[in-house]
């Protein structure tokens, strides 16, 4: 058993890992989809309204709450699975709930890329509203995400992925780890 949680500032490449993973038969639960299914429960756009939603629901249930919502989802995949990947993690106290869980089996991988690339891609995607559309700016994102203990999440991992080259390059790290492990790309931990 092996749970490889991922964590990363917005636009860093999560979503393409967790893509890759997919591609590979891996299962992946995305701690971001128990967001926006809070928000179309209560009535909200979970574009416009995401990060209201995550502080929210952390107020209600405690700075672990997403983390804790997941674990269901990566236990009942873990039942036919060797493998699950958990995108999306926010903070040292979701890495911590996973420890808990999971132990020695638990890894955590940030993935990093440059604020300016990060940009581009989150333009280029079109699921995220901008600023002008009511959204976050990359900015607000970040401060949002880091004020969760991202910082501390990403200074928690214990491989870094870079996603400042191709897409390519990037998704080949991606299947390298996923099925050679974390040793298999722990000299392209350095960036």
């Keep these: 058993m092996t749970v490889i949680g991922i964590v990363g500032l917005p636009g860093s490449g999560k979503s393409e890992a967790a893509a890759v993973a997919r591609e590979l038969g891996v299962p992946v639960v995305t701690m971001g989809d128990v967001i926006r299914q809070a928000c179309r429960d209560r009535g909200f756009d979970p574009a416009t309204h995401h990060g209201e939603m995550a502080r929210t629901l952390r107020e209600e249930n405690g700075p672990g709450a997403i983390a804790e919502a997941s674990l269901p989802m990566i236990e009942d995949h873990l039942s036919d699975a060797d493998t699950v990947v958990v995108d999306g993690i926010r903070s040292d106290v979701e890495v911590?709930?996973?420890?808990?869980?999971?132990?020695?089996?638990?890894?955590?991988?940030?993935?990093?890329?440059?604020?300016?690339?990060?940009?581009?891609?989150?333009?280029?995607?079109?699921?995220?509203?901008?600023?002008?559309?009511?959204?976050?700016?990359?900015?607000?994102?970040?401060?949002?995400?880091?004020?969760?203990?991202?910082?501390?999440?990403?200074?928690?991992?214990?491989?870094?992925?870079?996603?400042?080259?191709?897409?390519?390059?990037?998704?080949?790290?991606?299947?390298?780890?996923?099925?050679?492990?974390?040793?298999?790309?722990?000299?392209?931990?350095?960036?």
């Design 96 to 191: 911590d709930r996973f420890v808990d869980a999971f132990g020695d089996e638990f890894t955590l991988v940030e993935v990093h890329a440059p604020r300016a690339l990060r940009a581009e891609r989150l333009d280029l995607r079109g699921r995220d509203a901008t600023a002008e559309e009511g959204g976050e700016s990359l900015d607000e994102r970040d401060e949002r995400e880091l004020s969760f203990g991202m910082g501390e999440a990403m200074e928690m991992a214990d491989v870094t992925v870079a996603n400042d080259a191709s897409l390519e390059a990037f998704q080949s790290t991606v299947e390298r780890l996923l099925s050679d492990g974390p040793d298999a790309i722990a000299n392209e931990d350095e960036r």
